[in-house]
Structure formats: structure tokens, C-alpha cells
Nanobody, 122 residues
Framework: QLQLVESGGGLVQPGGSVRLSCVDS????????IRWFRQAPGKEREGVSC????????YYSDAAEGRFTISRSNDKNTVYLQMTHLQPEDTGLYFC???????????????WGQGTQVTVSS
């Protein structure tokens, strides 16, 4: 049973950067594919990025491509989402989620964190 905990969110100015972390203290995250989602007020949740447990392949939404980088540190049992060139439209609650298997876009995720808020505003 995973217990995912996100951290690293906060208030950041447009054009700024932030690094989110997703950690679990009970299991080895390397065994799971991890996807970051976000949800803005009044909008549907959307997938942002995923890192595969099988081969470390990474995937990004169109909005994230070129600005966000997902990575994992197995020794720290943590998955990161480095976000740069942030814009107000990146504001939202960011969640990490885990599943056994690939980053297939239509996959369901078995474990979810509570989320960390990112607000991009001047």
C-alpha cells in the first residue's frame, strides 16, 4: 500500500521555477510508473507528465513539453517534477499518482497523493 506525499508547491512569479517532489515511505517507487496530474479551479484534472517503471521513459503533455522535467531518484525513493518558465495558467493543485505498469495514457492509477498547490502570480 503506497502513501504518496507531494511537496514543493507554493507561490511563484511568472517565469519562475519550482520543483515538486513525490515520496512514499512504505514502498519502492521505482517499481511503479508515476504520473503527475494537475487540476485548476473549475477545470478537469489533466495529466502533466509520466515516468515509466519499465525503462524510465518519460512523457509530457503539450503544455509541459519543453518546460517541465520529470525524474526519479531511487535512492531517495522520490519522483520530481521540475517546472520552469511557469505561467499563470500553470496554477493548480498538483498530484502524483502511481500504478504498476506503463504510462499508457488511458491507464487508471491505483494510488494518489493529496496534492500540493502551485500558484503562479505576480
Amino acid at each position: 500500500q503506497l502513501q504518496l506525499v507531494e511537496s514543493g508547491g507554493g507561490l511563484v512569479q511568472p517565469g519562475g521555477s519550482v520543483r515538486l517532489s513525490c515520496v512514499d515511505s512504505n514502498a519502492t517507487l521505482a517499481a511503479y510508473s508515476i504520473r503527475w496530474f494537475r487540476q485548476a479551479p473549475g477545470k478537469e484534472r489533466e495529466g502533466v507528465s509520466c515516468i515509466s517503471s519499465l525503462d524510465g521513459s518519460t512523457y509530457y503533455s503539450d503544455a509541459a513539453e519543453g518546460r517541465f522535467t520529470i525524474s526519479r531518484s531511487n535512492d531517495k525513493n522520490t519522483v520530481y517534477l521540475q517546472m520552469t518558465h511557469l505561467q499563470p495558467e500553470d496554477t493548480g493543485l498538483y498530484f502524483c499518482a502511481a500504478r504498476s505498469g506503463t504510462c499508457w495514457p488511458g491507464a487508471t492509477y491505483d494510488y494518489w497523493g493529496q496534492g500540493t498547490q502551485v500558484t503562479v502570480s505576480s
